[in-house]
C-alpha cells in the first residue's frame, strides 16, 4: 500500500483503529476505477477504501490524501453506533458553501439522502483527526 507513506500521525493512528473495529483497509479497488471516488467505506462487507491513485492526481494531495483517511474514520465511528450520527448539534458544525456543496456531491454520488447528518459530521470532522480519535475510543471500544 502506498497511502501509509503520506499519512500524518494521527491518520496512521486511525488507520490502526480502522483495523482494531475489524475493516479491512484497501487502497485503489475496483470501485476507484472512475475516477469518482476518493475514498468510502462499504459498510456490508467492513471495508474501508482509499483511491490513492485518483487523490494524488490533484492539487494538494497530501493534505486531500489525510483529509478522506479523516472523512471516512468518521463513517466508521458512526457505524460502530449502528449506522447512526455521533450525535453532534448541527449548530455546533458550520460549514462552508463549498463543504456543503461537497455533502451534496457525497449524496448524489451515493444515492442516500438519509445519510446527510451522517455526511455533514464527516465533512466537519475531516481537519480535526484527534477528535475523531476520541470517538474512536468513546464508540467502537
Not at 474514520?73 to 455546533?92: T, Y
Request: charged residues 25%.
Amino acid at each position: 500500500m502506498l497511502f501509509p507513506y503520506y499519512l500524518t500521525f494521527e491518520g496512521k493512528e486511525l488507520i490502526e483503529l480502522i483495523a482494531k473495529a475489524h475493516y479491512q483497509v484497501q487502497e485503489n479497488i475496483s470501485w476507484c476505477s472512475d475516477g469518482k471516488y476518493a475514498g468510502a467505506v462499504i459498510h456490508e462487507n467492513k471495508t474501508f477504501f482509499i483511491c490513492t491513485k485518483n487523490i494524488l492526481k490533484g492539487v494538494n494531495a497530501n493534505q486531500y490524501l489525510n483529509e478522506t483517511v479523516y472523512h471516512e474514520a468518521v463513517h466508521v465511528v458512526q457505524s460502530c453506533r449502528g449506522m447512526k450520527p455521533i450525535g453532534i448539534p448541527l449548530n455546533k458544525m458550520p460549514l462552508s458553501s463549498n463543504k456543503i456543496e461537497d455533502i451534496n456531491k457525497s449524496i448524489s454520488l451515493t444515492k442516500k439522502p438519509s445519510t446527510q447528518r451522517m455526511e455533514h459530521e464527516a465533512y466537519w470532522l475531516e481537519n480535526k483527526p484527534k477528535e475523531t480519535i476520541k470517538y474512536f475510543h468513546k464508540f467502537c471500544f
